[in-house]
Nanobody
Framework: QVDVVESGGGLVQPGGSLRLSCAASGFTFSRFAMSWYRQAPGKERELVARISSIGGSTNYADSVKGRFIISRDNAKNTVYLQMNSLKPEDTAVYYC?????????WGQGTQVTVSS
């Protein structure tokens, strides 16, 4: 059974930091590219960051470059998103995604709210 579970969301003030975690099971984690997406109310889901299967390559949305860092620990089947200098416009539900060819797995999401 495939399971993708996000955690670490919450309420944070502008300028603050949060670290999201995504724990995966039920598939060979180390073979999958892992990504974080987000969806704000009334907006389409957008890619935030992606990391290759062995972690050698990362990509970021322009809106988060220099503030967010994606990383993975294949021994723990976990991917992380360190979010710094958070802004109100970062408020969204953040989703973890695992992708490999035709396989595409999603978590249920974790809410991040940036507000004073």
């Amino acid at each position: 059974q495939v399971d993708v579970v996000e955690s670490g969301g919450g309420l944070v003030q502008p300028g603050g930091s949060l670290r999201l975690s995504c724990a995966a099971s039920g598939f060979t984690f180390s073979r999958f590219a892992m990504s974080w997406y987000r969806q704000a109310p009334g907006k389409e889901r957008e890619l935030v960051a992606r990391i290759s299967s062995i972690g050698g390559s990362t990509n970021y949305a322009d809106s988060v470059k220099g503030r967010f860092i994606i990383s993975r620990d294949n021994a723990k089947n976990t991917v992380y998103l360190q979010m710094n200098s958070l802004k109100p416009e970062d408020t969204a539900v953040y989703y973890c995604n695992a992708a490999l060819i035709i396989y595409d797995y999603w978590g249920q999401g974790t809410q991040v709210t940036v507000s004073s």
